[in-house]
């Protein structure tokens, strides 16, 4: 209902139990299970050249088999990749050309290595290699791919919303992707960090206010966020210790995602169960005296492997790199994969997330133009201000491979985020002499988020054209509980911009406000996608979400503060592939979506007002290329949406079109054997048409955003350097565009040194972000992060 998250009391048992019949009553199918027609007919792979392992990895997640084998009785040995349709079979006998080894059948969908007789003089028979089984969708994708050794590289996606697991190379979309190795290796501890590295992101709401995490994709702010594919409007609390990745979408994904803003859409993929043994233990402090540890375990539970598990621990306690600001957190996070059969997989989560930031920044407003931003290693909030956040999630996932034609796939997510109260501060200027600060506490809240899909993937083929249709159902929703307690100071001040003014707490009245039922949003789709393979240059993705959107919301009396909205929608898209040679694709699309209307925030005077429904449309040419190592990708847009803003009557109103243009450049990879550059280009041209600012340019867009993440290994083996440069250009920070932030580049250097522990790897790891302590605005609303020096030890075993 709002980023303003609320609370309710979970009943995990009974959760449990309704989650667990549900998902059994799904359709489902095997995520690990790619399309068993690839099995006895041939489908087309792109696998670039790489370590033998790793490519036998990527082709056994492409076609949906599993594979056993030893990796290290292939290391050294490379493979020359993969193009063009294949069987199984071929495919598996083209990349082992030349290794020595063949892949065996011995099951439906599974395969192992053997190692081919020497020379027939000889009668002695070689072992079959240990079983070590690559599942599809699991350890043949985002736990291989994406390695520091690899540039960061991915080649697929764990999904694409309801279309599910997809190439990068022939999604016909901007996409980008984060990597576990990546995420570690920057010492990544919130979704901000995550932002700051993506090529297209921009964190606008920053996880330290205390507010759920808000994101600036192609100019446009989202909260909307997604777990392993299934949607929530919201991300309070974020953790990515759990995570193997996060996939950032670009731009409108109402096809794949139902109601979402247009900007774009962040995934973020939990890790796991391995295969094999794995233990991992980090201790390290994420900069002031933030100290945590964090414990990372997988396995197999039973001695077939047919059970396995993941469990990601971390305690978290100390103050942050701002004066005063600290940070107390507890994640336990387990994840459980039970091979049913052969054909049917069980996935299962369950997380506790408890996070309380003591003293969340400030938010400013200015209504005069705003001069040099403060110090923002400085504490502009009070001690005493708070936010808890505790959240605890339930998600389970059927996968069935009912034939070779046919994949069902089911998955249902339950959330309980619960905050007992909230103390934050806003900070208004409106001379040179000073800004005055009201505090104000807000009662207890809570928020039930559900998500569900009931999909269908067919193939089949008419002629000489293949054809894999997704069809089927998803959804979800926010249920809203809320006190009608608010107490607030007042306006103090006016107090010295030359250092903040921190006061004794005030004496605010107790809660004894009961909660009230204040409302829910849900979000119903029916989606209808056909990938087509018209020949081996040629593909489209054709389709239609009918998107359904109801919102009501409730006064504590029971009332309806405003009339109830539904409405419906078909949002379409169409896009179109060429790949002229196996290293490059071109694609042009169309799409639509539908997005639920804004609510109009507690500073207005129309407060939690729910805005109309919005409809927004993009037209996007694309292009895709590998080069040696390199991805590069290079994207041209344009996006139109409803514009809402609060007015100089601080009423929240919508009025007008907002529209968008720009162009985005990325590059992901090996530049050589020892530098790998991850970076990209956003340059927008934006505008506001119609309404009250016609011809003015939307607040807190910046019309060139620049970014360099780059590594170096140095000549001392597994010692690397890396730098990050991140430039952000001019934001107007008003709407009638007479205050303009000035643009701001931040630099980051680390170092990384791997050495053998008893045989086992210890990395080592320090960061330090904005190096050169630069004071800047990161937007109208909030000043950007301080210096800050991070470290860890971590020792896999």
């Known amino acids: 209902m709002t980023h303003q998250p609320h609370h309710f009391a979970l009943r995990p048992l009974v959760l449990l139990v309704h989650a667990a019949l549900l998902c059994a009553s799904l359709p489902a199918a095997a995520q690990s299970a790619a399309p068993a027609s690839a099995h006895s007919s041939e489908q087309r792979y792109e696998i670039a050249a790489a370590p033998l392992a790793e490519a036998l990895s ?62 027939a003089a000889s009668d002695k028979p070689e072992p079959q290699l240990a079983a070590v089984t690559v599942r599809a969708g699991t350890e043949a994708s985002p736990q291989t791919e994406g390695k520091a ?30 990597p576990q190795e990546l995420i570690e290796n920057t010492q ?157 997989l069980l996935e299962v989560n369950a997380v506790y997330n408890h996070y309380k930031t003591q003293s969340p920044s400030a938010y400013w407003f200015y209504s005069i133009p705003r001069g040099a931003a403060p110090d923002v290693s400085k504490n502009w909030s009070q001690a005493w201000a708070l936010d808890e956040v505790t959240s605890t999630k339930f998600s389970n996932r059927l996968t069935y491979l009912l034939n070779e034609h046919i994949t069902l796939r089911g998955a249902y997510s339950y959330n309980v985020l619960e905050r007992p109260e909230t103390v934050h501060t806003l900070n208004s200027v409106s001379s040179t002499a000073g800004y005055e600060q009201l505090a104000y506490r807000g009662g207890q809240s809570k928020s039930n988020y559900e998500a569900a899909q ?74 209808i996608g056909d990938s087509i393979k018209l020949n081996q240059q040629w593909s489209a993705l054709v389709g239609i979400t009918r998107s359904t959107i109801t919102s009501k919301t409730l006064a504590e009396d029971g009332s309806e503060t405003q009339a109830q909205y539904k409405k419906s929608r078909n949002s379409p898209s169409l896009s179109l592939v060429f790949t002229p040679i196996s290293w490059l694709s071109t694609y042009a699309s169309y799409i639509e979506g539908l997005e639920i209307g804004g609510r109009a925030p507690d500073t207005a005077s129309n407060a939690k007002e729910v805005m109309p429904a919005m409809v927004s449309k993009q037209k996007e040419l694309g292009i895709k290329a590998t080069l040696g190592e390199m991805q590069l990708t290079s994207a041209l847009f344009e996006i139109e949406k409803a514009y809402e803003y609060t007015g100089s009557d601080n009423i929240y109103t919508q009025n007008g079109r907002q529209n968008h243009k720009g162009i985005e450049l990325t590059a992901t990879g090996k530049a050589n054997q020892k530098l790998t550059l991850l970076g990209g280009v956003t340059l927008l041209d934006t505008q506001l048409k119609g309404g009250d600012y016609s011809g003015k340019k939307p607040i807190n867009v910046a019309d060139f955003v620049a970014k360099l993440y780059a590594e170096y290994e140095l000549p001392v083996t597994g010692l690397s350097v890396s730098s990050g440069i991140y430039y952000t250009g001019k934001q107007w920070a008003d709407e009638a565009n007479t205050d303009r932030l000035p643009a701001y580049t931040t630099l980051d250097l680390g170092l990384r040194y791997t050495l053998n522990l008893q045989g086992k790897p210890l990395t080592l790891r320090v960061n330090v972000n904005n190096v050169e302590g630069k004071n800047y605005w990161a937007n109208s609303y909030y000043v950007g992060a301080p210096r800050s020096i991070a470290f860890s030890a971590q020792y896999q075993f």
């Open 58 to 119: 990527r082709f056994a997640g492409a076609a949906g088999v599993t594979l056993a084998f030893d990796a290290a009785q292939l290391s050294g040995l490379r493979s020359q990749g993969l193009q063009g349709s294949y069987t199984v079979a071929a495919g598996f006998a083209r990349l082992l050309e030349g290794s020595g080894f063949d892949a065996v059948p011995n099951g439906a969908a599974r395969f192992s290595l053997k190692k081919r007789p020497p020379s």
């Open 149 to 178: 050794s690899a540039g960061y590289r991915s080649k697929t996606l764990t999904s694409l919303g309801a279309l599910g697991s997809r190439s990068l190379q022939e999604t016909p979309f901007a996409v980008s992707v984060i």
């Open 188 to 344: 990544a501890q919130s979704a901000d960090d995550i932002y700051k590295i993506s090529p297209s992101t921009r964190t606008i709401t920053a996880q330290n206010t205390g507010w759920s995490p808000a994101v600036s994709i192609r100019g446009f702010t989202s909260y909307d966020t997604a777990e392993d594919g299934l949607r929530r409007p919201y991300n309070h609390a974020a953790v990515v210790e759990d995570k193997a990745r996060v996939e950032v979408l670009n731009g409108l994904s109402g096809f794949l995602y139902g109601a979402a803003a247009p900007g774009g859409m962040v995934n973020y993929v939990y890790k796991r169960p391995t295969a094999q043994r794995y233990n991992s233990v980090t201790l390290g402090n994420y900069g002031g005296s933030q100290n945590y540890v964090h414990g990372d375990f997988g396995g197999p539970i039973d001695a077939d492997g047919d059970t396995r598990y993941r469990l990601n621990v971390v305690k978290q306690e100390g103050n942050t790199a701002v004066d005063e600001q600290s940070i107390s957190r507890e994640l336990v996070s387990g994840a459980f994969d039970w091979d049913l059969t052969d054909k049917l």
């Open 454 to 527: 009931a999909l269908a993937d067919i193939q089949f083929d008419t002629a000489a054209i293949s054809h894999k249709l997704t069809l089927g159902h998803f959804m979800f929703s926010e249920k809203a509980w809320t006190s009608s307690y608010f107490s607030g100071t007042g306006w103090l001040g006016p107090y010295s911009f030359a250092t903040p003014t921190h006061i004794a707490q005030p004496a605010f009245p107790n809660d004894s406000n009961a909660l009230y039922y204040a409302g829910r949003d849900s979000n119903r789709n029916y989606v």
